[in-house]
């Protein structure tokens, strides 16, 4: 991008990542941090690497892409009580979702060393550079962390997250950021499954979303919408290109448009930056990585930006076998304000009608129906020809995938099928060699028996030759006294 560093974002082609030069110290690599850019500026608070628990606070100017450390201080005792009793602890954390709220960054739950057993609401204001806990009421959620929160108006909404004895949670909270009182919204239908580092965005303020994620032996690529207003779960099928199952991704929303990054299942990470309609639940990939890229990582965050008008994304971090630390932007395409902006195919159509009827109406509900449907007899019939070869391109782009998919599949298949031959073959090996084994060992125990019978006679023939041993020394003794009788006669007899 050259070595104005400060004109970087007028130098970008659309669509596409580009690693960002900066200047100053770079903050430590590292993931599970938190980001939100404010004024032109990227701030990123906490996080995890080597185990370690970080609580930094580094800030990114994206005008002269300058790093910068924020000495954060914690309120003093006096001020905590000025305050209405705001707490002077902020702990490293990691896991946590950040939020701008009004001057102030909110940091709400996350993986600490706390021992609190509800979720801690923390709060970095900028101008006063001052930290601390904003207290809250209500029925206040369990601690946790990997949990999404969204701003809608001034409520936070939270779902899931696993808490500190590693239980996976499917719950909506929601915090009023004006009474600071929790609540728990009492959802119908079926809900996500329990899940972790998954991802959420909300459209027209009323459709809460939520994509991927994982449990603790399982990745996710599904879609869940909560309806804000009637409280209801939908699973719509997703229109587009199929996708990797991911957790540990990153997402930010610029009007209909929710941009999705990075994630991955442990093994491997996932290559694609997604784009996902809101309006039409139509899902495309915008662009691709290589293996091992910093954007192919787990942990990472995505934050937009606005510069000179233009909207920007911006990611950092993450960990795919590695801890990241670089900056990478992305400048993306503005929508085109040619093409029909409800239902852009029947398809598209029938997608939304899944989540609800209402869907693409939530904008403007004086919005009239006849007028709808009339303007879509209206549209050009090249616009029509050219969402048709969209759609045929996402559908070639996912028959490849699939493929791809069957063809790895094919070679892992083969591979276990020689896997199995070959433990085959080892495993008739080692029965000759047990049924050898068993013979040898059948006839050690008959010559075992043949000793043992042949110790037991040996007893026998001990106790007879004892007794031949008596007789013989007994037979010594009467030799020996008849001899002694013998002598004496003669001499008797002699003259």
Known sequence: MGSDNSNWHSKLDYDQWVALPVAGQRPSARYKHGAVVIDEKLYIVGGSRNGRLLSDVQALDLKNSSWSMIKIKTLSQA?????????????????????????????????????????TVRFIDLELQVTGVMEATGKIPVARGGQSV??????????GGEDKHRQLLNDVNVLDLETMIWNVAETMKTPP????????????????????????STFFNDLHVLDLVTLEWSQPQIQGNLVFPRAGHAGVSIDEKW???????????????????????VLSVLTRVEQKDPLASEGLTISSALLDGEQFLVAFGGYNGNYN?????????????????????SAAAAAAASVTAAYALAKSESLDLTAIENSKTKVDQSVEFGVIKEEKKALESSIAW?????????????????THADLSKELHSVQGQLVAEKSRCSNLET???ELQTKLSSMHILEEKVQVLRSQKSALDNNTSVQRQGYSGSWRWMAP
């Open 259 to 281: 941009f999705i990054v990075g994630g991955g299942d442990s093994k491997s990470g996932a290559l694609d930056t997604l784009v996902l309609d809101m309006s039409t639940l």
């Open 325 to 345: 630390n670089e900056v990478f932007v992305m400048k993306p395409k503005p929508k085109d304000s040619k093409q029909p902006k409800i239902f852009k195919s």
């Open 193 to 216: 499954a329990p899940r972790c580092d998954h991802t959420a965005a909300v459209h027209v303020d009323r459709y809460f979303l939520i994509f991927g994620g994982c449990s603790h």
């Open 447 to 449: 010559q075992i028996s």
């Open 402 to 418: 699939v493929k791809t998919e069957k063809s790895t599949l094919k070679a892992k298949l083969d591979e276990l099928n020689e």
């Open 150 to 159: 969204t701003l809608v108006g001034s409520k936070l909404i939270m779902f």
């Open 79 to 119: 001020d905590n009580i000025k305050n209405g009793g705001l707490s002077e602890v902020f702990s490293a954390t990691s896991g946590h979702s950040m939020i701008k709220w009004g001057n102030k960054i909110l940091l709400v739950g996350g993986h600490t060393k706390d021992t609190s057993d509800s979720v």
